[in-house]
């Protein structure tokens, strides 16, 4: 064989073998490794691909746009406007594809409603909340997902001094997850929200009450177990016996293109918080 052939035989494996065994779901552990990294560009690469592999797989998607969403972030604050705002355009654009192929998946269509709160856009988010209950009547999944933006806005309201508006905005999630917990009893996300609620109105003992509603409805909720433990209950026992507290880091996790209002967010720590899975 001449030595010219094997040259390019040698080039051709060197090309091709990076990509032997790509599939869009190695393409996708590969993102998500990188994004529990915080290394948003490697993991934006590695989604891209997936999404170029399987690009009706709404997931792919969802991954996409959390992964801009993120950089878009980053990028605020270090007020670079014009980088952020490409990126939550990214963003907007796959929450939408996300959407388009699964009208109903609940971390594209929460995703999309809290970033129009960061970009200071509540009618929008609001709406978009709002449009997915009217065309779902029957799902209690948007009805909690109202309840965790309005309690959010309250969350604003009350960082602006505007106490009328965070205790309309608390009354209206309260009264949405009344309603889940009326048509869905065993809805734990529910319980696990009224719990948050109550913890924060200073309502300690109904809050620890709600809390282990959704424990025992879902025990599988490793970060509520660590809440309770920092309330002093024990949550395994399910009795509400008082323990040592322990310190537990608690870890809170339109078709037109979005408009940056501004070099900064709101204040949204809380967003997305242990009241809401």
């Known amino acids: 064989m001449r030595r010219e052939t094997i040259f390019f035989i040698l080039l051709a494996i060197t090309v091709i073998l990076p990509f032997v065994g790509c599939t869009a779901a190695n393409m996708t552990a590969e993102g998500v490794r990188y994004f529990n990294q915080a290394r948003y560009d490697q993991a934006q690469r590695a989604f891209l691909e997936a999404f170029r592999r399987d690009p009706n797989n709404p997931d792919i998607s969802f991954n996409l746009a959390e992964t801009y969403h993120q950089s878009a972030k980053i990028s605020l604050e270090k007020k670079e406007i014009a980088i952020a705002q ?101 809805n734990y996300r529910a319980w696990r929200a009224i719990g948050f609620i109550r913890e924060n109105n200073g309502d300690r003992e109904n809050a620890i009450a709600a809390y282990q509603q959704s424990l025992l409805l879902n025990p599988n909720q490793t970060d509520l177990k660590n809440r309770l433990i920092t309330m002093g209950i024990n949550p395994t026992n399910g009795t509400g016996i008082q323990i040592t507290p322990t310190t537990t880091p608690t870890n809170i996790p339109a078709d037109s293109t979005t408009t940056l209002k501004g070099a900064t967010i709101w204040d949204n720590n809380s967003i997305g918080s242990i009241g809401y899975k």
């Open 86 to 186: 490409q990126q939550y355009d990214e963003a907007n654009r796959y929450y939408r594809i996300c959407l388009s192929i699964n009208p109903n998946h609940l971390k594209s269509n929460r995703g999309l409603a809290a970033m129009y709160l960061e970009l200071q856009q509540p009618k929008m988010a609001f709406d978009h909340i709002i449009n997915w209950l009217e065309s779902n009547p029957a799902s209690q999944e948007p009805k909690i997902e109202l309840a965790r933006l309005h309690q959010e806005w309250a969350q604003i309201a009350l960082a602006q001094n505007d106490k009328k508006t965070a205790d309309e905005s608390i009354a209206k999630a309260t009264e949405l997850l009344q309603q889940v917990i009326t048509t869905e009893p065993n």
